[in-house]
């Protein structure tokens, strides 16, 4: 939606552009909007938000290039200008077009699991998942020619999650030392590629959780997170839940195999 706010009933309403004031119109618009409806902000629609005071206190971002009047039109908002998207539960924000793209897959995956994410993906023709705290700003998302690309290593990585990983491993298979893989990955992806590995962990295991009726110890051997222990406690800090609540969400009728 170009320019406004969508007073409906549906699960979401999104704001998408700035266009200097709120209008009397936008107020009232966002003013209908029913209680525990969660709203959505793309670019600058932050600005929207923020000037009706649904931000103050929160969490949001912005396009990069409105970082600075952000800041200064509304200091009582907790700008993140770093991050592709922000998630504050009823309130969430994208920094700019693309990454409009990555909020709705994850609003589709908080509501119906990452298997419908990834089949929403594939059918739009764009990446299954960018984690919110990526970096907007990716200096080099695109290799220059002349200079050699962590996407071999990072394929590779994604083939032997359930193995555990050094950096000399995917470093060596680009031919670089750990230190100019590391900046180079950071570089490409936005993430250190520790964070990056952990994503794709969690990723898995969501897509096991959903699909299978693995046991934990089973998942735990397919995503390399080594424990159970492990698995719960990353599940838990990006997600808020635990293997077990995790898989009764996304699926009616599984055996017991979870117990954790």
């Given amino acids: 939606m170009g320019g406004g706010a969508r007073a409906s ?3 979401y309403d999104l704001v998408e552009q700035w266009e200097g004031r709120l209008s009397p119109g936008m107020a009232a618009a966002l003013a209908r909007i029913r209680p525990g409806t969660r709203i959505a902000s793309v670019c600058t629609g932050a600005f929207v938000l923020a000037a009706a005071g649904l931000l103050d206190g929160r969490r949001a971002t912005t396009h990069w290039r409105s970082v600075d009047d952000f800041r200064r039109m509304f200091p009582a908002v907790e700008l993140d200008p770093d991050v592709l998207y922000t998630d504050e539960g009823d309130v969430l924000t994208a920094a700019g077009v693309a990454s409009g793209v990555d909020l ?24 299954p998942h960018r984690e ?38 995917p470093a060596g298979r680009e031919a670089m030392s750990v230190r100019t893989f ?13 964070q990056w590995l952990t994503r794709q962990r ?21 995503t390399g997170f080594g424990t159970a222990a492990s698995l719960r406690q990353h599940l838990h800090a990006a997600l808020g839940v635990s293997p077990r609540a995790y898989r009764s969400t996304f699926r009616v009728g599984v055996g017991v195999g979870v117990a954790v």
């Avoid at 200096?139 to 590779?156: C, F, G, I, K, N």
């Fill in 9 to 11: 009933g549906a699960d």
């Fill in 104 to 127: 709705c897959l994850h609003m589709v995956r908080r509501d119906h699991g990452a298997a419908v994410a990834n089949d929403v993906a594939r059918r739009t023709v764009v990446p």
């Fill in 132 to 169: 919110g705290g990526q970096a907007q700003y990716v200096r080099r998302p695109v290799p220059e020619p002349q200079l050699s690309s962590t996407s071999a290593a990072r394929a590779w990585a994604l083939e032997h999650l359930d193995r555990p990983l050094s950096l000399r491993e």
């Fill in 182 to 194: 590391t900046r180079r990955f950071r570089e490409e992806v936005g993430v250190s590629p520790l």
């Fill in 202 to 222: 969690i990723e898995r295991a969501r897509e096991l959780l959903e699909e299978t009726d693995l046991t934990v110890d089973r998942i735990v051997a397919e």
